[in-house]
């Protein structure tokens, strides 16, 4: 692991696999470019992280790419996550098109040029699967967020993760079975593929962690949606709804004030989400009623 810029860069241990790999088959000038290509699409993520004044903690880089960690990522707007995801495969499409261009002017050996242009394009492409922590992933989960609660995002982002990430690995799987040759067996392709299955089941077993994270962000995001005269998202529930059923009905990117009735239809209290979420925070009782917070 070293640092640069303040961001600590480190390998991931199947990135390493893959390198031992290819010192053994004689490929490790491909893998060479391989790791500068992954390093690039980094790069682009890490720029556009910066130019929105986010805090980069530490880049992870893989074969297809890389995870950053970074400040807050929940409490990140969604437009922006959108915007720094995508970077990322934009890096692979200048270099796939200056690979092109190279090898077509004979500036570069047309072989090398189209392996260039073919590994820019199987990343650029392989990220915008929507597979966290792929960039396709992060993508869905700012566009689901969009229609759906915080809560109901993480839920759905983990399970459309794992249906393609075991769509992956049986991809690489039944072709060996079906023709009963296992050379047809894509080893790389299902070392990636289990690395994504085994990720997002434990992001699945986390999601009350990361949804504890997303409320504990929420005084700082709600200050400044307060600060830019933002409009209000009310949440309208009945006198017995829990505090916690309430929290899971809140919004990624909006501010809301929380709604009390009766069931005739009388309001019996609003409470801005500062006062159920550091209700929730300061004494854990999540199945409490909405209306004790009046009290």
């Known amino acids: 692991m070293i640092k640069l810029g303040g961001i600590r860069w480190s390998v991931h241990p199947l ?36 130019g929105f004044g986010w805090t980069v903690r530490e880049v992870k880089l893989l074969p297809f790419g890389g995870v950053a960690e970074v400040e ?30 190279l090898g077509h002017t004979g500036a570069w050996d047309p072989a090398w040029a189209a392996y260039v242009y073919e590994a820019n394009l199987m990343i650029g492409l392989f990220n915008l699967l929507p597979i966290l922590p792929l960039d396709g992933g992060k993508l869905m989960l700012a566009g689901l967020s969009r229609t759906l609660t915080f809560h109901a995002t993480l839920v759905w982002g983990t399970r459309i993760s794992l249906l393609f990430s075991a769509l992956m690995v049986a991809s690489a799987i039944v072709p060996a079975v079906t023709s009963g040759n296992a050379i047809h067996l894509h080893l790389n392709l299902i070392a990636v593929g289990v690395f994504l299955l085994m990720s997002n089941w434990t992001t699945r077993r986390n999601i009350p962690f990361l949804f504890l994270r997303f409320l504990t962000n929420r005084a700082s995001a709600a200050s400044k949606s307060v600060t830019r005269g933002t409009w209000a998202f009310p949440i309208i529930v009945p006198k017995g709804y829990t505090v916690l059923a309430a929290l899971r009905l809140f919004k990624r990117d909006s501010y809301h004030l929380i709604v009390v009735m009766e069931e005739q239809g009388d309001v019996l209290g609003v409470l801005p989400e500062q006062r159920l979420v550091s209700g929730f925070l300061s004494d854990g009782k999540a199945d409490r009623a909405v209306l004790e917070l009046f009290m």
Do not use: C, K
């Open 15 to 50: 990135f390493v696999l893959v390198m031992l790999a290819s010192v053994v088959t004689g490929y490790f000038a491909e893998l060479l470019t391989l790791f500068a290509i992954v390093l690039v699409h980094e790069l682009g993520h890490v720029f556009a992280a910066r």
């Open 72 to 101: 807050d990522g929940s409490g990140l707007p969604a437009r922006e996550e959108a915007l720094v995801a995508i970077a990322g495969p934009l890096q692979n499409a200048w270099m796939a098109g200056a690979a092109w261009l």
